[in-house]
């Protein structure tokens, strides 16, 4: 089985400051991993994906994460935020025919 | 193109009473997922279908929870009767690739409170 976790529940962060949200996961098989948006209200959106091939992969919004197979990690990065960033964001993980787990958030504050 | 449709938005009902949640999914879509989202935590899949079939309900507590996706296009998921602990949103998700590789499309998702 796989895990997620995402070890800050709360980002505050100033606009226009770059941020990392963390994610490291845990799995005995190799990995497809994800990160997805949650705007107040709404649904989850898709972020970006690493499923193979290139470990920097770059996503919608400006995000991009970077998948590192030693440290079992896949940050979130984004250079330059925007108040309308101010979301949660999960990180999920899953293994071929196995189903999405999704760690437990990290809510982003982005004030001016 | 329209995204996942769910109804009804908000839900508030007494512990031991029934209710049941609506998804319309993207057209097109074979497999539809159900989603339970218990506050401060991420979701938790209930219920995966493939068309019209069951392909994984594992987790779904099948002593008060059931879902069915007749003619494998609208999906309803009912709990009877309802906890405490049910309290949560539920997100109905939609794709058009079966397993993970495909994007899975969410819709708002219905808030459910019991009291």
């Known amino acids: 089985a796989q895990s997620v976790t995402q070890l800050d529940s709360q980002v505050p962060v100033f606009e226009e400051a770059p941020v990392e949200l963390r994610c490291n996961y845990s799995?005995?098989?190799?990995?497809?991993l994800f990160w997805y948006v949650q705007y107040p209200n709404q649904g989850l959106q898709l972020l970006l994906k690493?499923?193979?091939?290139?470990?920097l992969v770059k996503g919608i919004n400006g995000f991009e994460a970077e998948f590192n197979k030693s440290q079992t990690s896949f940050h979130l990065r984004k250079p330059s935020v925007h108040i309308s960033d101010t979301a949660e964001y999960f990180c999920?993980?899953?293994?071929?025919?196995?189903?999405?787990?999704f760690g437990t958030g990290t809510r982003l504050q982005v004030t001016l | 193109e329209a995204g996942v449709a769910q109804s009804p938005r908000y839900k508030i009902i007494e512990k031991r009473q029934s209710v049941a949640f609506w998804c319309n999914p993207i057209?097109?879509?074979?497999?539809l997922y159900w989603y339970q989202q218990i506050l401060g935590q991420g979701p938790k899949l209930l219920i995966q279908?493939?068309?019209?079939?069951?392909?994984?309900d594992s987790q779904l507590p099948k002593d008060r929870f059931s879902a069915e996706r007749l003619k494998g296009v609208d999906s309803t998921l009912k709990i009877q009767p309802a906890k405490l602990e049910d309290s949560a949103v539920y997100l109905c998700?939609?794709?058009?690739?079966?397993?993970?590789?495909?994007?899975?499309?969410f819709g708002p998702g219905t808030r459910l409170t019991v009291t």
């Open positions: 999920a993980v899953s293994a071929p025919a196995s189903k999405l787990t």
């Open positions: 690493y499923l193979s091939g290139s470990t």
């Open positions: 799995s005995s098989v190799s990995v497809y």
């Open positions: 998700a939609s794709s058009n690739v079966r397993g993970q590789l495909g994007e899975q499309y």
């Open positions: 279908f493939q068309n019209n079939g069951v392909v994984d």
């Open positions: 057209s097109g879509h074979a497999t």
